[in-house]
T-cell receptor
Framework: DAGITQSPRHKVTETGTPVTLRCHQTENHRYMYWYRQDPGHGLRLIHYSYGVKDTDKGEVSDGYSVSRSKTEDFLLTLESATSSQTSVYFC??????????????FGPGTRLTVL | LAKTTQPISMDSYEGQEVNITCSHNNIATNDYITWYQQFPSQGPRFIIQGYKTKVTNEVASLFIPADRKSSTLSLPRVSLSDTAVYYCLVTNAGNMLTFGGGTRLMVKP
């Protein structure tokens, strides 16, 4: 399996508090992604990064920010968590998007509950 | 990217062959068809990708007709451990992956 870890794996927090999720990779892949998965919605892209300090918005970026100061780490921050952000969050990595395969490798997920 | 439509759920029994069909009527010339598998409490993982005709690997086969408006993922002789959600995606190099709702496959003993 690709070397991807996410921390924490589970978190319960209260509305209005800031939350940071961490994704760490040991594969030295250039691209990193944050998705959220909710029942009936499959996975939706929140933000992605195509290099250190290079990030862009995905489909559902409102309420989230990201940072990537090192190749191996991609942080997702909820500045002020809301109950609608209760979800399972997956990090993914890929070596390149400019290839036919564009295979993404996913982490184990973080289950976040906002009360 | 082309939208995909696939059944919400399917049931099967151990040892049977399972075929999951996906429609993608608006697929573009440069698009590929890619399938991911997701087990409960895990992230998705890549299964197979194809452009046309047939592709086979150690996990599955992918059949794509000449018009490419649909594709069929074939899982030979499924086991209980094949119970998962299967996502059909239309992908294009340089674009982000778009996951739909997937097909929830339940394999029964």
């Amino acid at each position: 399996d690709a070397g991807i870890t996410q921390s924490p794996r589970h978190k319960v927090t209260e509305t209005g508090t800031p939350v940071t999720l961490r994704c760490h990779q040991t594969e030295n892949h250039r691209y990193m992604y944050w998705y959220r998965q909710d029942p009936g919605h499959g996975l939706r892209l929140i933000h992605y990064s195509y290099g250190v300090k290079d990030t862009d918005k995905g489909e559902v970026s409102d309420g989230y920010s990201v940072s990537r100061s090192k190749t191996e780490d991609f942080l997702l921050t909820l500045e002020s968590a809301t109950s609608s952000q209760t979800s399972v969050y997956f990090c993914a990595i890929s070596e390149s998007v400019a290839t036919r395969l564009d295979e993404q490798f996913f982490g184990p997920g973080t289950r976040l509950t906002v009360l | 990217l082309a939208k995909t439509t696939q059944p919400i759920s399917m049931d099967s029994y151990e040892g049977q062959e399972v075929n999951i069909t996906c429609s993608h009527n608006n697929i573009a010339t440069n698009d590929y068809i890619t399938w991911y598998q997701q087990f409960p409490s895990q992230g998705p993982r890549f299964i197979i990708q194809g452009y046309k005709t047939k592709v086979t690997n150690e996990v599955a086969s992918l059949f794509i007709p000449a018009d490419r408006k649909s594709s069929t993922l074939s899982l030979p002789r499924v086991s209980l451990s094949d119970t998962a959600v299967y996502y059909c995606l239309v992908t294009n190099a340089g674009n982000m992956l778009t996951f739909g709702g997937g097909t929830r496959l339940m394999v029964k003993p």
